[in-house]
């Protein structure tokens, strides 16, 4: 098997809701696991998400899960998750979806260097770049 690499997303108690939201963005199938369905019945934390993996439409891996309260919870700083391609309607969709209820830190419109591209927050704190490369013509 080869290797992936696929972001493992960390939340503060509302891992559930933001994986839900992931799957209405992107599509795919969502398997979550709360702390109890792996042995914690009697913790705090059972209730939230352990482990959570959302395999998407376009064969996007993200997981993610709550961080137990006995732990100290990092918001997500100095990373961007970026999507790019020429499928731009797709991809555009991606962005509406996800700049809707977040916050855009740089509109996606069309860059000095041809693509589409832009930045922004969603509503979970992590932050999104999305490029739509422009088609090269042929010569």
Not at 13 to 21: K, P, S, T, V, W
Not at 113 to 136: H, K, L, Y
């Amino acid at each position: 098997m080869a290797s992936r690499l696929n972001p493992y997303l960390s939340f503060n108690g509302n891992a559930r809701q933001a994986m839900e939201f992931y799957a209405g963005v992107f599509g795919g199938d969502l398997a979550s696991n709360t702390f109890a369905e792996f042995g914690a019945a009697d913790s705090p934390d059972a209730d939230r998400i352990m482990h959570a993996m959302l395999e998407t439409d376009a064969g996007y891996t993200i997981m993610g899960a709550d961080v137990p309260s006995g732990m100290e919870y990092r918001p997500m700083a100095g990373v961007s998750l970026s999507l790019s391609g020429d499928d731009a309607d797709v991809l555009r969709g991606y962005w509406e979806k996800l700049s809707a209820s977040g916050t855009t830190t740089m509109p996606l419109q069309k860059q000095a260097w041809g693509d589409e591209f832009g930045m922004c927050v969603d509503r979970f704190g992590v932050a999104w770049m999305v490029n739509i490369s422009q088609p090269t013509e042929a010569s």
